[in-house]
C-alpha cells in the first residue's frame, strides 16, 4: 500500500449520514443476567425480579450499556452489505460512547438504527487506516421511546 | 447499595475498582456480548496473530467503566454519559484498575451534574482506555 493517504472513494462519502435498516434487539433475563455477571455488578436489581420491582421498577433492569442481543437467525437473509470496498483487512473497536435515556427492562425489545457519521483515513502506530464513527440510536417498539443512543469508533488497518 | 448525594461530591475525588480478566471472565463476556473473536479466549489463535496472550475485549473495558459511575450514582443517580477510547491491548490473567476523577460539580438545567475523567490501568500503570463521563445525582 503507498505510504501516501489516499482519498475517500465517493461510494465511501454517499455511505456517510445514511441510516442501516433497523436491526432487532431482544433484553432477556437471562441476557441481563449474563451481562451483569461478566460485568461483575451486585446490584440484584439487575438479578431479582423481586428486588427490582421492590425498587419501584417494573422488571429485571438492563444494567447501564445493555441493550440487549441481536436476533439470530441462521435461516435469515443475509445482513446489510458493506457499502464501499476497502484495502483494509484487520478491525479493532477504538471506542465506545453511551447516551442512556430511559430505563430498559427484561422483555424489552429495541428497534437498532445505525448511521455512520464519519468516515477518516488517517496514519497511526499500525499504519494507514480508516477511522469509523457510527452512531446507534435504540427504540423501545412497545412504546416507541428512544431508550440510549450510543457512538462507536472502529479502525480497520 | 450506598447513595452518592451530589452535595457530598468534591473535585479531584476519586473512585477505583480492581478487577480480573480471567480467562473464564472474558468467555462469560463473550456470551453476555455476542463478540465471540477468538483473539479474546484462545491461546493459539491469538498467539497465531501476534499478540502475547489473550486480550481484554475492549468493549468489557468500557462497560466496566459504566459500572463503576453506575455503582457511585446509585440507585436514584442517573449516568448521562461516559465515553472511552480503547488505546491499547489489555493482557488477559492480570488485574486492572477502573478509575474515576471528579473534575468538575455543576448545576445546569435542573440537574446536579458530576463531571469525571475515567480511565483503565494496567498494573504497570499504563493507561489503556481514557474518557469521559457525566452523571446526574441526588441532592439532599
Not at chain 2, 102 to 130: A, H, I, M
Amino acid at each position: 500500500m503507498p505510504d501516501e493517504l489516499p482519498d475517500l472513494t465517493p461510494e465511501m462519502k454517499a455511505a456517510i449520514g445514511k441510516p442501516g435498516a433497523p436491526t432487532t434487539y431482544e433484553v432477556t433475563s437471562l441476557g441481563i443476567r449474563t451481562f451483569g455477571r461478566a460485568v461483575g455488578y451486585k446490584n440484584a436489581i439487575y438479578f431479582d425480579a423481586a428486588a427490582a420491582k421492590a425498587a419501584g421498577h417494573k422488571d429485571l433492569v438492563s444494567p447501564p450499556g445493555y441493550f440487549g442481543m441481536p436476533v439470530f437467525n441462521p435461516n435469515a437473509a443475509a445482513g446489510r452489505a458493506a457499502d464501499f470496498e476497502t484495502p483494509f483487512k484487520r478491525n479493532l473497536n477504538g471506542g465506545t460512547g453511551v447516551f442512556p435515556i430511559e430505563r430498559v427492562f427484561a422483555g424489552d425489545v429495541l428497534d437498532a438504527v445505525t448511521t455512520l457519521v464519519d468516515l477518516k483515513l488517517d496514519r497511526g502506530r499500525l499504519g494507514q487506516m480508516l477511522i469509523r464513527t457510527s452512531e446507534t440510536v435504540y427504540t423501545r417498539k412497545s412504546d416507541g421511546k428512544v431508550v440510549a443512543k450510543t457512538r462507536g469508533t472502529g479502525l480497520s488497518y | 447499595m450506598a447513595q452518592t448525594m451530589w452535595d457530598d461530591v468534591s473535585e479531584g475525588q476519586e473512585i477505583t475498582l480492581t478487577e480480573s480478566t480471567s480467562s473464564q471472565r472474558l468467555v462469560i463476556w463473550a456470551a453476555a456480548s455476542g463478540d465471540f473473536y477468538q483473539i479474546h479466549y484462545d491461546d493459539n489463535f491469538a498467539k497465531g496473530n501476534n499478540l502475547p496472550d489473550i486480550i481484554v475485549h475492549g468493549a468489557l473495558k468500557g462497560m466496566l467503566v459504566g459500572r463503576l459511575l453506575d455503582e457511585f450514582a446509585g440507585d436514584k443517580g442517573w449516568i448521562e454519559s461516559w465515553d472511552v477510547s480503547y488505546r491499547g491491548m489489555d493482557k488477559a490473567r492480570e488485574d486492572m484498575t477502573v478509575w474515576g476523577k471528579v473534575t468538575k460539580k455543576y448545576q445546569e438545567s435542573g440537574k446536579n451534574l458530576v463531571d469525571l475523567d475515567v480511565g483503565v490501568r494496567q498494573v504497570n500503570g499504563t493507561e489503556t482506555t481514557p474518557g469521559r463521563a457525566t452523571l446526574s445525582l441526588p441532592k439532599k
